[in-house]
């Protein structure tokens, strides 16, 4: 199974900034829809941002105002960039991608994960 690689997490105070980064492997061909969600201990995995190959963007309604997602298909790279960073951000954040194998088959991936801790 293809794994996406993360990159960005850490910690920061509330109010700041960070910018998650996914890439595909080269075993990918091409991205098609594609995004990020976050999961806290407990509770379901939810989306925050999802982009698709047309360029339609969906945010979640926490998201919305604070959160850009951007994505480069050259590089098979979405990004996320996070303001305006709150306490309740915190979350492991996952990126997911409908991709294209150069062997041909069509998967839904997933990366292994990247911590976002936001203090008060």
């Known amino acids: 199974q293809e794994q996406l690689v993360e990159s960005g997490g850490g910690s920061v105070q509330a109010g700041g900034s960070l910018r998650l980064s996914c890439t595909a492997p080269?075993?990918?061909?091409?991205?098609?829809?594609t995004g990020w969600y976050r999961q806290v201990p407990g509770s379901q995995r939810d989306m925050v941002a999802a982009?698709?190959?047309?360029?339609?963007?969906n945010y979640a309604d926490s998201a919305k105002g604070r959160f850009t997602i951007s994505r480069n298909d050259a590089k098979k790279s979405v990004d996320l960039q996070m303001n305006s960073l709150k306490t309740e951000d915190t979350a492991v954040y996952y990126c997911n991608a409908t991709v294209s194998t150069r062997d041909h088959r069509e998967l839904s991936c997933w990366g292994q994960g990247t911590k976002v801790t936001v203090s008060s």
């Open positions: 080269r075993s990918i061909f091409s991205v098609a829809a």
């Open positions: 982009i698709t190959s047309g360029g339609n963007i």
